[in-house]
């Protein structure tokens, strides 16, 4: 299995960006998908989550204006991140959490910088 994570950029601050997350190879069918971010000089953050059955999860620093999605025909898995600020930027990393195996996959980061 192998994450592809793409889709941050400059945006100003009220600003909308969505992240993408493609898994590839074979994906089972129960999994949780967790979106972390990791701001410099800061530990790497769990933001939200999403699973196979759509349960979404958000910390409080993001809840109302991130918003977990998926496509199980494109086997991606978006993150709307709306009203942006300038807190949060960081690189943005999506997890892939098989439930079955235990094991776990990482995309590649993608640069968000929220200008004020």
């Known amino acids: 299995v192998q994450l592809q994570a793409w889709g941050g950029g400059l945006v100003r601050a009220g600003g909308s960006l969505r992240l993408s997350c493609e898994a590839s190879?074979?994906?089972?069918n129960t999994w949780r998908v967790r979106w972390y971010r990791q701001a410099p000089g800061k530990m790497r953050e769990?933001?939200?989550?999403?699973?196979?059955?759509?349960?979404?999860d958000y910390v409080d620093s993001v809840k109302g204006r991130f918003t977990c999605s998926k496509d199980n025909a494109q086997n991606t898995v978006y993150l709307q991140m709306n009203n942006l600020k300038p807190d949060d930027t960081a690189v943005y990393y999506c997890?892939?959490?098989?439930?079955?195996?235990?094991?776990?996959?990482w995309g590649q980061g993608t640069q968000v910088t929220v200008s004020s």
């Open positions: 769990y933001i939200a989550s999403i699973d196979n059955r759509n349960i979404t």
């Open positions: 997890n892939l959490f098989l439930l079955l195996s235990m094991e776990n996959y």
């Open positions: 190879g074979n994906v089972p």
